[in-house]
């Protein structure tokens, strides 16, 4: 593999977990590193311990400000040569439960701002004849999940928008992969254990071992530096064959 020397990246929902272990090893390999997320406090801590990054607060929920945080970047930057779309959130509820408002939110930030920053990106992408578009999909893009409507449909969703991309982009040196993890060990997946435990009526301590980690072959949770070491290669010359893929990364969850 070549390393990201000179090449602009940015990551979405980079402040925690996957997106601030991918703009981690990203940075590791020359890239200069645009982290962006809604916790501002965190956002800017981790900007400030990864090499030549920086921070950008930016709601993946508005469109305003997805078009601003494009507009800031290329302020100081001619393009941007690598898009990670990583911010996700999670509501775990039956769909009789479910409010609009939640699914309208989850269906922003993980289907609608990929689509957006893709829009964005890819112009310039398409002149310098060279791009790598990641979406960080999940096993729920292959898989679903009972009490996970809108997270299962915007990882579907994300799937097919990956597919799309890599067709119209593959003749100008683009590529655009999923990845799709099974349950990691970050923020997100923490905060859904109670509402697990509360949903399927067993106790917090039993949900990774009974749940999260039950359909996998290996009976564990990824650690989010797994799936920055996929993404790093999948940004690479070696990866530049590999487009409209769903890089499974699931302990063997779809094995079955």
């Known amino acids: 593999m070549t390393g990201l020397e000179g090449k602009v990246a940015l990551v979405t929902g980079a402040a925690s977990g996957i997106g601030l272990a991918i703009a981690r090893a990203f940075a590791e390999q020359g890239a200069r590193v645009t982290l962006t997320d809604i916790d501002i406090e965190r956002g800017e801590a981790a900007a400030t311990e990864i090499p030549g990054a920086r921070f950008l607060a930016a709601d993946m929920s508005k469109s305003i400000e997805i078009e601003r945080l494009v507009d800031e970047i290329l302020k100081t930057e001619e393009h941007i040569d690598i898009l990670v779309n990583n911010a996700g959130i999670q509501h775990v509820s039956p769909i009789t439960e479910f409010s609009e408002e939640k699914w309208r939110l989850i269906i922003d930030i993980m289907l609608t701002s990929p689509f957006l920053l893709t829009k964005a990106v890819l112009p310039s992408m398409y002149e310098r004849k060279w791009g790598r578009i990641l979406n960080i999909g999940s096993v729920h893009s292959l898989r679903a999940s009972a009490y996970k409507s809108a997270y299962v449909s915007a990882k579907h969703g994300l799937l097919g928008l990956t597919r799309v991309t890599a067709l119209e982009a593959a003749e100008h040196g683009v590529t655009c992969n999923a990845i799709c993890p099974s349950y990691v060990r970050t923020p997100l997946v923490e905060k859904q254990i109670a509402d ?47 487009t409209g893929s769903a890089q499974t990364i699931d302990c063997g969850w779809t094995a079955h």
């Open 196 to 242: 697990q435990a509360r949903i399927h009526n067993i106790p917090e301590e039993e949900v990774v071992e009974k749940i999260m980690a039950a359909e996998g072959a290996i009976k564990r949770l990824l650690e989010p530096s797994e799936v920055a070491h996929l993404a790093l290669f999948l940004c690479s010359d070696a990866a530049s064959g590999i």
